[in-house]
Each structure stands twice: as C-alpha cells, then as structure tokens.
C-alpha cells in the first residue's frame, strides 16, 4: 500500500489534444468530399445474438456509432439473426442493454437480418433462376472435404449440374419441409477452383426446424450469415460497413452477390480494422462461454469476464469504456493492447466521480489510551477532493479503532513511513498518534496496537501545523459497518491466454486468485451506499457496490486498485 492518496497518474488533466484523423475517418471524408451516396453516412452494428458483449464489441460500437455522431449520420443497431440454433432473445435483450448503458441510441433503427428472411429468399431463387445456384444432395462434411485448399481446387459437386427446373423445385420442397435437416443444401454456382476459397460453390442455405426468436416456425430453411449479411447491409442503405479483418475475404463474395442481385450503383463500403486484443484476457465467445458454463466464473457477468455486463457490475463506468476505446484507436493490422490501458482508464474516470470514503479491509485494533473512552468525536472528511462542491461529511472517531494491519510493522525497513514502536503517524482527517505498546496472542500475532494521541494535533485544529511524515487510514472499532469486500484480480495469470503450448489447455492460464474475499470495516456512511455507486477506499482503490449487496449484509467490488501493482511487480 503507498501513503500517498491519490498516484500521480491520475491527477493528469484528463483535455485531451485534438487528435488526427483515423484511417476510417478518412476514407468517409473522402467519400463525404466526392458526394457519395448523396453525403449519408450511415453505420451499422451488427451483433450475432449468441452470446453477451464483450469489450472487443464495445470497441466496434463505439466506432459505429461514433463515426455517425461525427459526421451526423445514423447507426443501424442489427441482430445478425441466421442461426437459431445458437441464438436467444435472452442474447438479443442484453445486447441492447449493453449499448444503450455504453450511451449509444439506435433512433429505432433496431432491425434484424430475419427481417429480410423474404427477400433473401427471393434473391436465392433467382441466382437459381440465373443459373447460378443448385441445391446439393451432399452431407456437410463431404461438401468441406470437397473445398480442397488454397493450392488444391476444390472438387465439383455431382449435383451442380441439375437443371434450374429441378433445382427450383426442390429449393421449394426444402422450404416447405419436404426434406430432413441435413438432406440438403442450397449453394451458390461459381467456381470450385478459384483462388479465394469462399468462392467455391458457397453454402447459401441449409434445413433447420428448431424455431427461431422472432420467426417462430415460420421457416425451416435459413441462410447462411455470409448470403445474409451484405445483402442486410445494402437494404439498410448502410454506407459504411465496419467490421473486423477476418471478413476482408469475404468482400468480394458480398460483392459477388450483389452484383448478381441488384441492379444500382449503390453499394455498402466496407472497411476493416484490427479486432482488440487485451492482455490477460480471452475474448473469443466459445471460450467465454465455456467459463460460464463450467462455472469457472459465475455468470456471464461476473466481475472478472471482459463482458459489458461484467464490467459494469465490477464498477466500470460507460465513460471510462468509451474513452478506452478512443484512446486505443482503430488500426489495419492486429496488435494486442495492454489491459493496463483499460484499468487506468477506469481509475482516471473514478478518480473524477467516486466519493472518498475509510474502509479497513485487514484490520488490527488499535487503541488510544489517553483518549476518553466514553467520547465519540466527529471528524471533517472531504467528499471528493476533485470536486469541492459535494462538500464533507463527518466520521465518527473513538478509542478504539481499527487500521491495516500491514500499516504496522514491529521492525520496519528503512523510509517506512506508516506506523512503528515508538513511531508516529497521522490518522486521515484527525490527530498524530504514537505507538507506545504492542499486544500480542499466544502464537505471537498482534492483537492490539496501543498509542498515545496528540490531543493538540487535530488536522484543522488551531496548532495541527506540526508534520509528520506518514498518514493512515482508520476507522472507528466501535461505529464500522461490516461489510464484505470481493477483491478481484484479473481472470487470467497468462499473459496471452490463447496462446497454449501443445498438449496444455488455454484453462490452465486462470488466475487461481483471481477472487478473494474478505470481511472489513467500513465508515458508517458508507452503510447507506446505493447499488452501482462508485467509492474511493482512500489509499486503497476504487470500489462499488454489488448487486448481491443488501440493507445489512453489504457486498463491495474493487473495480480497480489505486495503482498499477501489475506493472510494480514486472518493474521491480
Ligand atoms: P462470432 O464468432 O459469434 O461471429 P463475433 O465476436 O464476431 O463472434 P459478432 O456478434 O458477430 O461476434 O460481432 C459483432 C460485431 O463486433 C462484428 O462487427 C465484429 O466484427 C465486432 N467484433 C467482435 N469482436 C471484436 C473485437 N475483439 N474487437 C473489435 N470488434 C469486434
Ligand atoms: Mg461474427
């Protein structure tokens, strides 16, 4: 623990210089420049309603919606709902919460891929009707073993030469039921030996009979995302089709479609930029999936998961997210971000908003023996030091308290300047105090510091001049609330947990102390905390209040430590 209040780090001004423009913003420049599409810009975020939001997405909607805000455009929000069997509403509502806490407004742009179920399957009538797809016999294991590979061109399908009557024919009998999943499958008639794979013959829809979050029964046919996703873009109108570089190969396919399709001018851009990663971290959805489902963590927003709901129940604040996701920026090739970044932009964000309060987390008593021990004095403490106007509050002082127990040593190294035999400190907010005696149990453990106090030193007091070098934090043995305290640490000890040796499982890279929990004393204000505020445990770090937490059996997170410790260990 360090006795200054507050690092150095965050007392930063948080104005930031006007940056230059990124890559994405240039190119719609550029097009607003040109006229193109009549100067619209218009975004779309488009979640498949799989699984929660992770900070990776908050990234990518930050830079949706805030390139629409920019430039004064619009920002589709867009359920990429084509796979029923993964997908839920339980998805689709978190996702929406997510956003709109991350303060982002869809204006009723909330659509979803489902909705142009019709007109999808129009359009792949046509590309039969043009000759250009054919309904396969073929399992889906022998149609991938078919694919061949980049060297290698594929091998044709013995039903791709069926005449457009039959296929047509049973394309209809797919969708009206006339076959089991499995029997077949709709694909595209291009090329089994081009150059990018995603051209050879692609699937374009394929038999489900599990019903669907909005479609019900209505279907038993769906398309695939790649025959669903550009086509969605371009009756959105979107303009500027952001998303992550693993689709780059799949551009020209969703340009191929639409070329055979329709007959404008107009087409969606799209633009790719590097997806995050975060050290100590996974963020792939399988993998956070399995932490939850293995109960390795508990819930999908359990404080340690890089989801939104995660971090907003561990006290991140949408504005401590959003001004991550600026300061990283958008780049073209991959890297991998120092999750130190997120927490000092979370710490900087507290630093501005949490009300200061005393919490003892490892307490030892302390006692003031020429202190009466009937009286109950009431101290001055600031609110916020950053923000004079939320004023002070007064904490009780007695006797008898408790401070840490590593703020005590009995045979301290040289420079430590918290409290010693013989030693004296400071109590926050109130007087110099003296060790004089030191109790201890049986097995030698303290179980009682005894000081003097300085009547005369009372911060504020008329003769409180005189300096000492450290001070402490306290609170009253008498008047602390009880509380519990989840001290969470990051999920992974790995520093790239995705990268495992053979035969080692990317699991075994878990923090085991990613969680411990402990009962402190905290000030009595403190007893009064509201669910999701956010608190300053001076000296300590940053805090807030779970949602498990209840009248008389409180729950505090730690959202962050006051410093980087990570970056101390490797440092020193
Ligand atoms: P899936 O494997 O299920 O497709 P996904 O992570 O791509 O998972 P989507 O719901 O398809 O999830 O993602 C929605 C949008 O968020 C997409 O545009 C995707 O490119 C973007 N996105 C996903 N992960 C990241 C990330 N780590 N960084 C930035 N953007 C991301
Ligand atoms: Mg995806």
Redesign the pocket.
Known sequence: MNDTPLPAENSTNSAEPARSLNFIEEIVEANLREGKNDSRVHTR????P??YL?I??A??ICLNFGLAKRYDGKTNLRF?DTNPTKEDVEYVDSIKEDVRWLGFNWEGHELYASDYFDQLYLWAEKLILDGKAYVDDQSAEIISRQRGTVTTPGVESPFRNRSIDENLLLFRKMRDGGFPEGACVLRAKIDMAHTNMFFRDPILYRISYTSHHRTGTKWCIYPMYDFAHGQSDYLEGITHSI??LE?EVHRPLYDWFLDQLVDTEYRPRQIEFA???LTYTV?S?RKLFELVKNNYVNGWDDPRMPTICGLRRRGYTPESIRAFADRIGVARRDNVIDVGLLEFSVREDLNKRARRALAVLNPVKLVLINYPGEKTEYLNAVNNPEKPEEGTRQIPFTRELFIEREDFMENPPKKFFRLFPGGEVRLKYGYIIRCEEVVKDMAGEITEIRCTCDMESKTGGATSNRKVKGTIHWVSAVEAGEVEVRLFDRLFKAIDPDNVAEGHDWKEGLNPDSLKVVRAYVEPSLLDAQPMEHYQFERIGYFNVDSDSQPGAMVFNRTVALKDTWAKMVGE
């Open positions: 975020f488009p979640p498949e799989n699984g992770h990776g997405h990234k990518s990429d998303c992550t689709f997806r995050l990663n963020m959805k």
